[in-house]
């Protein structure tokens, strides 16, 4: 692996270092990242948002997969927490919707998107190898809108993984096309007089049928005929082993057109090229130094070339300029580019470039992604930045994790609807000095769920306990009285139940129980903590605090818990009307929230 990504190695070193120099102050409070009450288990990066203009923003989700480390046997430094490394959705106002970490193990997770297919959605990604999980190759997946996975794309066999850069599906998801990677020998005199022979890192592409398994095309750079070593603009050292293979070429992605070519970006020779759906042969270049066209712009490094058009006359495509790598840097700042081919004339021409928001130059990764209704979305991927401009290229939205720990290699906006397979989780708390004058609170999520309008709480008899608007990936509500059992149903816009949560027992305070010391050896540390999110404008920062303190609980509930101490032991009467001895073994956490609320 180190021997594909030198490049990319040291420059995640250097990259590392800056990280680990946030990480200090960032790992101290975890406010960065998500603290759910339903599921503690998903700690996934925040964002911070600034939005422009929020109502010309394309309507859609951002696919996200957040990681630390591109090599993912650093994970085990301890930087990290289930469940964070993995494909992640979020909404339009950087809301946490989905978090499949805990899904794929925490596998380092690349190029995940949505899709239409047949007039359904799904996801697919690449899981990058991970030893920890026993896939030391990695593989694709293909997920569908309930996230259960419906596909699954081994590595290729004779390469030791599966290229991290590209799966991008074809033909209503029957075909696959992906980057191929493998060490060859070569004579390489013409770049190096003299040098017979040395390792070269090939790169190509194959695409295959998903269904029969059948490989319809594969391509190599070096083997299609006419790409010369001498396009590189990569130094040649010493490519004495498989391990120093020269990474040459560096293909980063791979578009198909409806007439079957295809177009490669290839990131060490600065070029873009349309290859032949035919034979392979190359019918153009754009970029480095051979160019079939007349330029008006220059770009290098670039990574995400596809079509927005193609005819005979004429070709557009949009790409992201990086203009920079680890070490050299051609351009100022990094854009996203939108260019016109004229094929009569020869010339190319940029008719839209969108420079990086802060000015600042995105040294690896990224892509530009050309929305439905013109607007660009745009990844720079450190930080996960990323930002969304209209068709005259103007600032909608930037964005950006809360802190430094992670990154993505691509974002990508899509339309996307779904009902998770798994059902919503609730949980259910009571408080207060007594059953007769108790209050309940439930927080309730539903990983994934895309179409819940609101929640409808209900005892374990049926009646109705209220219902509040979904507020965000969890809600919380409160009613009074005490409820043993209850459950939550998701209702959608139009009104029908599309989800049920099972009967969950509602947690009670330590101070109700008869048997409270028994019940403390066995506690639980559930902690119905605060939960935040932050949403800034561009009139400056709005902080929401979604929790008790917006509820004006907390000084009511401190004064019940002095008098609940004073009072000492009360029978637990729910429902039942009179009184029952029911003890739980889970124990509350009213005196916890006092305490934090007094603090
Ligand atoms: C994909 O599916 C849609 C809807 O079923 C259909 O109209 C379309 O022709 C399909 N496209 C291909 C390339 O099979
Ligand atoms: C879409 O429909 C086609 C034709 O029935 C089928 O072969 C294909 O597998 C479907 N796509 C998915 C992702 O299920
Ligand atoms: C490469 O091959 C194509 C197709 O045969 C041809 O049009 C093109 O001129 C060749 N390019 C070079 C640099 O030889
Ligand atoms: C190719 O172009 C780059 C600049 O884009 C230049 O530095 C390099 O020397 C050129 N290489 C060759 C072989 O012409
Ligand atoms: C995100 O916002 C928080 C709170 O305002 C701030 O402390 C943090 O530095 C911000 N993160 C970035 C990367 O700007
Ligand atoms: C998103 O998909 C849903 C479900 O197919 C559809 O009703 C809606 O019109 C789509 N929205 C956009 C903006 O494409
Ligand atoms: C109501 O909306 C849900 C979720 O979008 C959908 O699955 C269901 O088919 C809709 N029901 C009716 C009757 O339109």
Redesign the pocket.
């Known amino acids: 692996m180190s021997s594909f990504w030198p490049l990319v190695s040291a420059t995640l070193l250097l990259v590392g270092g800056r990280v680990e120099a946030a990480l200090d102050l960032a790992w101290g409070d975890d406010s960065d990242l998500t603290n759910f009450v339903t599921r503690p288990e998903i700690r996934t990066p925040k964002f911070?948002v600034t939005l422009y203009e929020k109502e010309r923003l394309s309507p859609g989700y951002w696919f996200i997969a957040p990681y630390s480390h591109i090599f993912q046997e650093k994970h085990a430094t301890g930087y990290y927490q289930p469940c964070q490394t993995g494909p992640s959705i979020y909404d339009n106002t950087g809301e946490l919707v989905w978090s499949g970490a805990c899904q794929v193990k925490n596998q380092n997770t690349c190029d995940f998107r949505a899709w239409e297919f047949n007039g359904s959605f799904y996801t697919s990604a690449i899981l990058t190898p991970f030893r920890d999980v026993n896939d030391p190759q990695g593989h694709g997946i293909l997920l569908d809108n309930s996230f259960q996975t419906v596909g699954e794309l081994p590595a290729p066999i004779r390469m030791h993984n599966l290229n991290m850069h590209e799966l991008n599906l074809l033909d209503n998801g029957t075909k696959a096309i992906h980057i191929l990677h493998e060490p060859i020998e070569r004579d390489l005199s013409d770049v190096k007089p003299g040098l017979k022979s040395g390792w070269v890192m090939d790169i190509g592409f194959r695409e295959i049928d998903l269904i029969t398994g059948e490989l319809t095309f594969e391509w190599w750079a070096s083997r299609a005929g006419n790409i010369s070593f001498t396009e590189s603009n990569m130094p040649l050292r010493r490519p004495r082993s498989k391990q120093k293979a020269w990474n040459w070429f560096h293909g980063n992605s791979v578009d198909k057109n409806e007439d079957g070519d295809y177009m490669v970006s290839s990131r060490f020779t600065d070029t873009i090229y349309k290859i032949s759906g035919k034979d392979g042969s190359v019918i153009w270049r754009l970029g480095g130094n051979m160019s079939s066209f007349d330029q008006d712009f220059a770009f290098s490094r670039q990574h995400d070339a596809r079509w927005l058009e193609h005819t005979t006359d004429k070709e557009v495509i949009s790409f992201l300029n990086n203009g920079a790598d680890d070490v050299i840097q051609n351009s100022p700042q990094s854009a996203a580019l939108i260019v016109e081919l004229d094929k009569t004339s020869m010339m190319a021409r940029a008719v839209k470039r969108i420079k990086r928001p802060d000015d600042g130059v995105t040294r690896m990764r990224g892509n530009h992604q050309v929305l439905k209704n013109g607007n660009s979305f745009v990844c720079w991927s450190e930080?996960s930045y990323i930002s969304e401009h209209d068709s005259n290229g103007d600032l909608l939205m930037e964005a950006?994790?809360?802190?430094?720990r992670f990154v993505t290699y691509r974002a990508y906006k899509f339309n996307f609807t779904s009902v998770p397979a798994e059902p919503p989780v609730m949980k259910a708390f009571v408080y207060g000095t007594s059953p007769d004058a108790a209050t309940s609170v439930f927080y309730v999520s539903w990983n994934g769920a895309t179409e819940v309008s609101s929640w409808r709480f209900k005892s374990s008899d049926g009646k109705v306990l209220g219902e509040k608007q979904r507020t965000g990936f969890e809600t919380s509500f409160q009613a009074t009285g005490c409820h043993r059992g209850t459950f939550v149903e998701a209702v959608a816009v139009n009104g029908s139940i599309i989800g049920t949560s099972p009967v969950v027992t509602v947690i009670k305070p330590q101070e109700w129980d008869e048997e409270v010391e028994d019940a403390k050896l066995e506690a639980s540390t559930v902690s119905p903590g605060n939960i935040e999110s932050?949403v800034?404008d561009s009139s400056g920062?709005r902080?929401q605090h979604l929790s008790f303190s917006d509820d004006g609980l907390p000084l009511l509930l401190s004064s019940m818990t002095l008098i609940m101490i004073c009072v000492g032991v009360w029978f637990w009467r729910c429902n039942s009307g009179g009184r029952s001895r029911i003890r739980l073994r889970s124990v509350g956490a009213t005196s916890k929230v006092v305490d934090g609320s007094l603090a």
């Not at 950006?400 to 430094?404: D, K, Q, V």
């Open positions: 911070n930080n950006e994790f809360a802190s430094s932050t800034s920062v902080t």
